[in-house]
């Protein structure tokens, strides 16, 4: 009997594809048993959005008596359908870095240490600080002419925001009077 080259391949194709699937111990109930052994099988799903742009990716957060243990894209969000970026993707490792920052900062000026503050007092500094700056640089006049405005304080603004903070923010700034404006999309 004459095999040809071609039929000695397909031939020797089907067998090791045979031998895998048999001789090798493939067995289709020992892999769903081990499926229910997976880590996020217990785990409750949060699907939340992530914090790094405005895009508004969906991210499913698996939980386990209160800690993060998986997370993964949302198939269901149609911004990324179930993709990630890489800073996305990254959202556990930052969640649990010792170098995450957890509590307000605050360095004091002519100081080179950052000390932790509670979130009371840092409000309440950052809306003194506001109320001095504006009360002392705030103008109504310029030349006789009415200007109300104030050149003290800027605003910057960066990609995390969306339309609707950035409306707030921008209208909280021109209650102060503020002139300087800058937002990164505007690049």
């Not at 111990?25 to 020992?30: K, L, R, S």
Request: charged share 25%; hydrophobic share 35%.
């Amino acid at each position: 009997m004459g095999v040809t080259r071609r039929q000695f391949l397909k031939l020797s194709g089907a067998t090791a594809a045979t031998l895998a699937v048999v001789d090798l111990g493939f067995d289709a109930n020992e892999a769903q048993a081990a499926a229910s052994t997976y880590k996020i099988q217990s785990a409750k799903e949060v699907p939340t959005i992530c914090p790094y742009c405005s895009v508004g990716c969906g991210i499913i957060c698996y939980v386990e008596e209160g800690k993060l243990i998986h997370t993964e894209g949302d198939p269901r969000n149609p911004n990324n359908r179930g993709s990630l970026c890489s800073k996305g993707a990254s959202l556990k490792q930052t969640h649990y870095s010792h170098k995450r920052v957890k509590n307000p900062m605050y360095r004091a000026p002519g100081s080179d240490k950052w000390e932790e503050k509670d979130w009371e007092w840092m409000l309440d500094t950052i809306a003194q600080r506001i109320k001095k700056t504006r009360d002392e640089s705030f103008r109504e006049t310029l030349d006789g002419v009415t200007v109300n405005h104030n050149t003290a304080i800027a605003s910057l603004g960066g990609a995390a925001l969306e339309n609707e903070e950035c409306y707030l923010i921008s209208k909280l700034m021109r209650g102060l009077g503020t002139v300087w404006l800058e937002h990164q999309a505007r690049i």
